[in-house]
């Protein structure tokens, strides 16, 4: 049983927006890291990069496969986690609190295209 | 199986002033090395091993028991064609004749070789239904790529730089997309359907003015045969674009269909998958690459021609063509792998060769049908040459198909490729070559059917697997995360 959270906009693709303000926190679900299994490497943009509402905006690497992460708000990059450089493994131990991207929101009616945590729920079938 | 494990490293063997051979006398003894610049003097010895020669053969040879390979045991490995390596190809290959040639020999004195590239071109070239062939490219991937330079010097010759698309479905190889990309093409994705093939409706909207061509697989990495592959096509082309055949499937297909007649372009052929030479670790690659009338100005140089000097004389020329995309290989590519594909044609012969396609499909589907009660197959029907169960058809205990794969093992068994195609979770793909007899297929599938039972009633057994190897399950992430490829680098290891 993965976990969800209330509260987080969800997308199809398995990532997670967590708002605050003007700010949008994007990292994959705890649904993905689990499919995924153990993550070795986390491809980032850089800060002030432009993300798009379903575009790659990097990939993330398990011993298991390659998958690219995708985009679910548009925006401007303005922070990196940058512990995953060296730890990618933190997306593992809590998918959630270990976010990717920090991004200032060109649009937040984006957010409507996304999902609540009930319907991710019923997405991923659990 | 048995539970002995040799797991030495040749460096552990080593003993200081050890050695297993004896050097002829220095006739160099004056040169002075501080001459040298000191740039090119090495600052301290190389790290490696003293051993005399018997512990090296015994050390080789007790590594090489701790290996599974296809002259081992039964390998299903999915989308990879890992077929028998036919003996009669390596005494050929081994020949001096071919051996001792050096490439920058003159033409006239390696008519033989030239011959062997020349008539296997022309065998390609026929069961392909495709016009022209070179053997220069060094792996599957590199002839992908070396395809797709001759897609964009098509597009180039008829003034149409801005044709950069390559359209490919969402269940293509890895190596499609990468091989576009190392083109300098741009990749757009097309769905599949339901039934696993590629969804026409979802095509048509991305064929424009822009599209260069689309990649395809044919039976898919799903082995479904595509069945729209003439509208596909015909679209493609009208929209200008060309058709690339990804050879990794070829060999079902092998004496029945023809890619060059379901109106594909451009192709190239995996010889270590459909043809029987070494794969993998095992050897050297080789991925010829095919096309159609109109497209083999573009194939890379060299080239072999041939020229008839009398009924029953030729003489075999190496030419560069002038609207050559350029090189991709030093010299012919790698004539060693070729001579063992020319090999294993000529065992077969046109009549034996027609048989390959069909044994494939007919052993896949037999092993399909097996199991379909203890594993899921999420598309039914006839398949082609491999197929794909997602995981156990009881999912209930938690046994993924990572233990599965692992527990084959345990029964002597490859594993069969895991996690691929990424369209279903617990993808397991398995494709038993032509080859393989009955017998060994009514084994395997026992045991398949074994680890299944064992999977309700013992799961922890199945989840722990594998408990007879050399080793047991390795650390992948840290072995993904701290590589140590060398000795030097072990030894500078703390802790493992």
Same mark, same amino acid.
């Given at each position: 049983?993965?976990?969800i959270?209330?509260?987080?906009?969800?997308?199809e693709?398995?990532?997670?927006?967590?708002?605050e303000?003007?700010?949008?926190y994007?990292?994959?679900?705890?649904?993905?890291?689990?499919?995924?299994?153990?993550?070795?490497?986390?491809?980032?943009p850089?800060v002030?990069d432009e993300v798009?509402?379903?575009e790659?905006?990097g990939?993330?690497?398990?011993?298991?496969a390659?998958?690219?992460?995708?985009?679910?708000?548009?925006g401007?990059v303005?922070?990196?986690?940058?512990?995953?450089e060296d730890?990618?493994g933190?997306?593992?131990?809590d998918a959630?609190?270990n976010?990717i991207?920090?991004?200032?929101?060109?649009?937040?009616s984006?957010l409507d295209?996304?999902m609540?945590a009930?319907?991710?729920k019923?997405?991923i079938?659990? | 199986?048995?539970?002995?494990?040799?797991?030495?490293?040749?460096?552990?063997?080593?003993?200081?002033?050890r050695?297993?051979?004896s050097l002829p006398e220095?006739?160099?003894?004056?040169y002075?090395?501080?001459d040298?610049?000191?740039?090119l003097?090495?600052q301290?010895?190389?790290?490696?091993?003293?051993v005399?020669?018997?512990t090296v053969?015994?050390?080789y040879?007790?590594?090489?028991n701790?290996?599974?390979?296809v002259?081992t045991?039964?390998y299903?490995l999915g989308s990879?064609t890992?077929k028998?390596?036919?003996?009669i190809?390596?005494? /050929?290959c081994a020949?001096?004749?071919? $051996?001792q040639?050096?490439?920058?020999q003159a033409e =006239?004195? +390696?008519?033989g070789?030239?011959?062997?590239?020349?008539?296997?071109?022309?065998s390609l070239?026929e069961?392909s239904g495709l016009?022209?062939f070179?053997l220069n490219p060094?792996?599957?991937?590199h002839?992908?790529?070396t395809?797709l330079?001759?897609m964009?010097?098509?597009?180039?010759?008829?003034?149409n730089?801005n044709r950069?698309k390559v359209i490919?479905?969402?269940?293509a190889?890895?190596?499609?997309?990468?091989?576009?990309a190392?083109c300098?093409?741009?990749?757009v994705?097309v769905?599949?359907r339901p039934?696993g093939?590629v969804?026409v409706?979802?095509?048509?909207?991305?064929?424009?003015?822009n599209?260069?061509? /689309?990649m395809?697989?044919n039976?898919? $990495?799903l082995?479904i045969f595509e069945?729209?592959? =003439?509208? +596909?096509a015909?679209l493609?082309?009208?929209a200008?674009?060309l058709?690339?055949y990804?050879g990794?499937?070829?060999n079902?297909?092998l004496?029945?269909?023809?890619p060059g007649?379901l109106g594909?372009d451009?192709?190239?052929i995996?010889l270590?998958?459909?043809f029987?030479?070494p794969?993998?670790g095992g050897?050297?690659g080789?991925?010829?690459?095919g096309?159609?009338?109109?497209l083999e100005?573009f194939?890379?140089?060299p080239r072999?021609?041939?020229e008839q000097?009398t009924?029953d004389?030729?003489?075999?020329?190496i030419?560069?063509?002038?609207?050559s995309l350029g090189?991709i290989?030093g010299?012919?590519?790698?004539?060693?792998v070729?001579m063992r594909?020319?090999?294993?044609?000529?065992?077969l012969?046109?009549d034996e060769?027609?048989?390959v396609?069909?044994?494939?499909v007919?052993?896949a589907n037999y092993v399909?049908e097996s199991?379909?009660d203890y594993?899921?197959?999420p598309l039914?029907?006839v398949?082609?040459?491999e197929?794909?169960f997602?995981g156990?058809?009881?999912k209930?205990t938690g046994?993924t198909?990572?233990?599965v794969?692992?527990?084959?093992?345990d029964?002597?068994?490859?594993a069969p490729?895991?996690?691929?195609?990424?369209?279903f979770?617990?993808a397991?793909?398995i494709e038993?070559?032509?080859?393989?007899?009955?017998?060994?297929?009514?084994?395997f599938?026992?045991v398949?059917?074994?680890?299944a039972i064992e999977?309700?009633e013992?799961?922890?057994l199945?989840k722990?697997a594998p408990?007879?190897t050399?080793?047991?399950?390795l650390?992948d992430?840290?072995?993904?995360l701290?590589?140590?490829?060398t000795y030097?680098?072990l030894?500078?290891?703390?802790?493992l």
């Amino acid at each position: 049983m993965s976990k969800i959270i209330d509260g987080l906009y969800y997308s199809e693709s398995h990532e997670f927006v967590k708002v605050e303000g003007d700010f949008g926190y994007v990292g994959i679900t705890d649904y993905a890291q689990h499919e995924l299994g153990n993550v070795v490497y986390v491809d980032m943009p850089e800060v002030d990069d432009e993300v798009e509402a379903g575009e790659d905006f990097g990939a993330v690497e398990s011993v298991k496969a390659a998958s690219d992460l995708v985009s679910p708000v548009s925006g401007t990059v303005v922070e990196v986690n940058e512990a995953l450089e060296d730890e990618p493994g933190l997306i593992n131990k809590d998918a959630f609190e270990n976010w990717i991207i920090k991004v200032e929101l060109s649009d937040k009616s984006e957010l409507d295209n996304l999902m609540d945590a009930a319907a991710y729920k019923e997405f991923i079938g659990e | 199986m048995n539970n002995t494990f040799y797991g030495k490293l040749i460096f552990e063997l080593s003993k200081e002033g050890r050695k297993g051979y004896s050097l002829p006398e220095n006739k160099l003894a004056e040169y002075k090395l501080n001459d040298l610049p000191a740039a090119l003097m090495r600052q301290e010895p190389p790290c490696l091993p003293e051993v005399d020669e018997m512990t090296v053969v015994r050390h080789y040879t007790n590594m090489s028991n701790n290996n599974f390979g296809v002259d081992t045991g039964f390998y299903p490995l999915g989308s990879c064609t890992m077929k028998y390596n036919p003996k009669i190809n390596e005494q /050929m290959c081994a020949k001096p004749e071919f $051996t001792q040639l050096h490439p920058l020999q003159a033409e =006239a004195d +390696i008519q033989g070789a030239l011959a062997v590239y020349y008539n296997l071109q022309r065998s390609l070239a026929e069961l392909s239904g495709l016009k022209e062939f070179t053997l220069n490219p060094y792996a599957g991937a590199h002839g992908e790529l070396t395809g797709l330079m001759v897609m964009r010097s098509y597009h180039l010759d008829n003034g149409n730089p801005n044709r950069v698309k390559v359209i490919i479905p969402d269940s293509a190889h890895g190596t499609n997309p990468a091989s576009a990309a190392v083109c300098g093409l741009e990749v757009v994705v097309v769905k599949s359907r339901p039934d696993g093939t590629v969804d026409v409706e979802d095509l048509k909207p991305l064929l424009d003015e822009n599209v260069a061509g /689309m990649m395809m697989t044919n039976p898919n $990495t799903l082995g479904i045969f595509e069945h729209n592959i =003439a509208e +596909i096509a015909k679209l493609v082309h009208e929209a200008g674009g060309l058709m690339y055949y990804d050879g990794a499937n070829l060999n079902p297909m092998l004496g029945k269909c023809r890619p060059g007649d379901l109106g594909f372009d451009i192709m190239h052929i995996n010889l270590h998958k459909t043809f029987s030479t070494p794969h993998g670790g095992g050897g050297p690659g080789s991925g010829p690459v095919g096309v159609r009338e109109g497209l083999e100005k573009f194939l890379p140089n060299p080239r072999v021609i041939r020229e008839q000097l009398t009924d029953d004389i030729y003489y075999y020329h190496i030419e560069d063509g002038e609207d050559s995309l350029g090189s991709i290989s030093g010299f012919l590519g790698n004539f060693g792998v070729m001579m063992r594909a020319y090999a294993y044609i000529l065992t077969l012969g046109k009549d034996e060769i027609k048989n390959v396609g069909p044994l494939a499909v007919l052993n896949a589907n037999y092993v399909k049908e097996s199991l379909k009660d203890y594993y899921e197959l999420p598309l039914d029907g006839v398949c082609k040459h491999e197929f794909v169960f997602d995981g156990l058809k009881d999912k209930s205990t938690g046994v993924t198909t990572l233990d599965v794969a692992k527990r084959l093992l345990d029964y002597g068994f490859h594993a069969p490729t895991i996690y691929f195609p990424l369209l279903f979770h617990e993808a397991m793909m398995i494709e038993p070559p032509e080859n393989e007899s009955k017998e060994t297929l009514d084994e395997f599938i026992e045991v398949m059917k074994k680890i299944a039972i064992e999977a309700k009633e013992n799961p922890e057994l199945v989840k722990t697997a594998p408990h007879n190897t050399p080793v047991r399950r390795l650390d992948d992430t840290k072995a993904a995360l701290k590589q140590i490829v060398t000795y030097r680098e072990l030894l500078s290891v703390d802790e493992l």
